[in-house]
């Protein structure tokens, strides 16, 4: 079965690019283009995973990650930065992300941890 993904970034280009891939790798992609949009999608959709920006314009990674866990605590999310300082990737870490990837996101590593937080899933419900 393949993973059901949303995917959240404010940069159309870069959102419509990474999907496009991710789909070519077999995942199911939903894509928001604000963390708000992206908070309704999760509250009303599950997700393997939720892979998203951390410096988009209104909400932040950071603080979208708290109303995501707040929301949905067992809820995999996976952070993507550019030129984030280092504090801020561990703060995402302390607040629950499962990893923080630099852009431009390595692809293969990117699917792993897919892979990863799909896993985690499925022992959750059994």
């Keep these: ?12 280009d870069f959102l419509d690019i ?3 891939r991710m789909r070519a790798r077999g995942m199911v992609v939903a ?3 604000s963390a708000e949009a992206a908070l309704e999608m999760v509250i009303a959709e599950s997700y393997d995973a939720v892979i998203m920006d951390m410096m988009m314009p209104v909400m932040d990674g950071l603080k979208a990650l708290k109303l995501f866990k707040q929301s949905r605590p067992d809820l995999s999310i996976i952070l993507l930065t550019a030129n ?4 801020k990737c561990r703060e995402a870490i302390g607040l ?3 990893a ?8 293969v ?4 941890k897919i892979e990863d937080a799909k896993a985690l899933r499925s022992k959750k419900r059994a």
């Design 100 to 107: 923080v990837i630099e852009k431009p996101a390595d692809l």
């Design 18 to 20: 990474m999907a496009e």
């Design 109 to 112: 590593l990117l699917t792993q």
């Design 96 to 98: 629950g992300a499962l």
């Design 84 to 87: 984030v300082p280092e504090e």
């Design 1 to 12: 079965m393949s993973a059901k993904v949303l995917l959240v970034d404010d940069e159309k």
């Design 31 to 33: 894509t928001a283009g």
